[in-house]
């Protein structure tokens, strides 16, 4: 059984917003934590940022998961693609608050899944212009997701945890990562340029 696979991206009909999928230019003047060492579309370094794309606090059922858990500040809410252990893409709502990560399922409004960002040690994304991070929570498995606002994602992620902990979190830059997809399972993923797109390949170890 081969243990590689490759993917070429998220399904053409994902609808995570509308952020230009165009390849964009090394910007070498970026002040985020990307630090300029990433390849970032010009659709995601000029448009203004505005957190909450799902207007959660008009949403009953969305409101009653966070006030449940004591949370009501609204800091980043879109729809991403979560995969699992066994590599299915499933759509998720993903809120981030100033204390955690909630998934949940669109359909039902059924939180499936809250981190603590205290729990979060790293974010990991590629180099390349693609829409794919992991986060990595050292207690848990990890989140491999993919989202049109990654760099506003990730960017409200490294904010919040500095204003509430004094903490820079790590977001690592590179081609090649591995993450816990499962308690019990490690992949390996890397990412390269290719003729009409970015490349990414899984390796189970």
Same mark, same amino acid.
């Given at each position: 059984?081969?243990?590689?696979?490759?993917?070429?991206?998220?399904?053409?009909?994902?609808?995570?917003?509308?952020?230009?999928?165009?390849?964009?230019?090394?910007?070498?003047?970026?002040?985020?934590?990307?630090?300029?060492?990433?390849?970032?579309?010009?659709?995601?370094?000029?448009?203004?940022?505005?957190?909450?794309?799902?207007?959660?606090?008009?949403?009953?059922?969305?409101?009653?998961?966070?006030?449940?858990?004591?949370? @009501?500040?609204?800091?980043?809410?879109?729809?991403?693609?979560?995969? @699992?252990?066994?590599?299915?893409?499933?759509?998720?709502?993903?809120?981030?608050?100033?204390?955690?990560?909630?998934?949940?399922?669109?359909?039902?409004?059924?939180?499936?899944?809250?981190?603590?960002?205290?729990?979060?040690?790293?974010?990991?994304?590629?180099?390349?212009?693609?829409?794919?991070?992991?986060?990595?929570?050292?207690?848990?498995?990890?989140?491999?997701?993919?989202? @049109?606002?990654?760099?506003?994602?990730?960017?409200?992620?490294?904010?919040?945890?500095?204003?509430?902990?004094?903490?820079?979190?790590?977001?690592?830059?590179?081609?090649?990562?591995?993450?816990?997809?499962?308690?019990?399972?490690?992949?390996?993923?890397?990412?390269?340029?290719?003729?009409?797109?970015?490349? @990414?390949?899984?390796?189970?170890?």
């Amino acid at each position: 059984m081969d243990r590689f696979k490759e993917q070429k991206g998220p399904p053409p009909d994902f609808d995570g917003g509308d952020e230009d999928r165009s390849v964009g230019e090394v910007d070498g003047g970026d002040h985020t934590p990307f630090a300029g060492g990433k390849v970032r579309r010009k659709a995601s370094r000029y448009r203004e940022h505005r957190g909450d794309y799902l207007h959660v606090s008009s949403r009953p059922g969305l409101m009653r998961i966070l006030e449940k858990q004591g949370d @009501t500040s609204i800091l980043f809410a879109d729809k991403v693609l979560k995969f @699992t252990g066994s590599g299915k893409m499933k759509r998720r709502i993903f809120i981030l608050t100033d204390f955690a990560i909630y998934l949940i399922d669109p359909e039902t409004e059924a939180m499936t899944r809250r981190i603590a960002l205290a729990a979060v040690e790293k974010v990991c994304l590629s180099k390349l212009s693609d829409n794919f991070f992991a986060i990595i929570i050292p207690t848990e498995y990890d989140l491999f997701m993919a989202s @049109t606002r990654k760099t506003e994602l990730v960017q409200v992620m490294v904010d919040v945890t500095k204003s509430a902990s004094d903490y820079d979190l790590e977001v690592l830059l590179s081609n090649r990562f591995e993450y816990n997809a499962s308690a019990s399972l490690v992949k390996e993923v890397s990412f390269e340029e290719s003729q009409g797109g970015i490349k @990414t390949k899984f390796l189970w170890k």
